[in-house]
């Protein structure tokens, strides 16, 4: 959307959209999905809401928010626009956090009286980090290592609550499972920064990739991608398979490993692949899950 463009419904609708990043929802919306469904066996009204809910409103929350507190960066990131995420026209600003907000709301209600206490602290951390990662006066996302952690918690804290949620009892394999998906989470994050360090620099925006490096930080990822492979190890049969699947991953990395500063935004090329990668790893990660339901009904 152009500044010219009239703010018609259409247009609005459009670039909400955009910012929700749709190539996106299924990372959110599948660990809660999967950890519901595998812990009870059965699907719910609390199953069906909190699929929707870490589907598309959660994004909404995740990315707009992100958009608008990331406008003056994103206006010298060439890379932004698309699935990489919305520019967002000024006027959109105050909209996008009514929409995210609104729309969360009910399905926040539902799963509130759906859960216990500690489903509760569970969603509120979560939540909390979704709007403080952008937002100020936190900004998590302008906090070195911080950074990561936080936008890895986006991932897997719906998992994390899906098991609250759902009264899973907790053991060492599941933990392992949890710690490797984190690591997943800030393996990808500090990947996805690489990109954007000059961008960044040039707002004044502080990030892991910014403060360490671009070389720094994508061999700080590619550890990260190999401990998590390891950490699936622990797991219980036929978990430990899924460690093959952090090799895509190192592979994707690897080429980036001694890339200069002034060259990171070749690392975009990397990101482009890392997206789809997901959709793949998804793919197996449930042909892993059916599996592993068909030896533990």
Sequence with gaps: MTVAEPLRAGNVARRLLVSSRPVSWINTAFPFAAAYLMTTRQID???IVGTLFFLVPYNLAMYGI?????????????RKGGAHGAVLDRRLHRVTLWAAGVLCLPFVVFLVLAGSPLSWLVLAASLFFVVFYSAPPLRLK???FLDSITSSIHFFSP??????????????????????????GVASHAFGAVQDVVADRDAGIASIATVRGARWTVRFALACYAVAGLAMLLTAWPGPLAALLAVPYLVTVWPYRGIADADAAEATAGWRRFLWLNQFTGFAVTMLLIWYAALTS
Excluded: C, H, K, M
């Excluded at 994390?160 to 599941?174: C, D, E, F, I, P």
């Design 45 to 47: 009204a609390a199953l």
């Design 66 to 78: 992100n958009d608008v507190f990331d406008y003056e960066s994103d206006l010298r990131n060439p």
């Design 142 to 144: 302008e906090r070195p």
């Design 159 to 184: 998992a994390v609550y899906a098991l609250v949620l759902a009264g899973a009892t907790w053991t060492w394999q599941l933990a392992a499972l949890i710690v490797a998906f984190a690591l997943w």
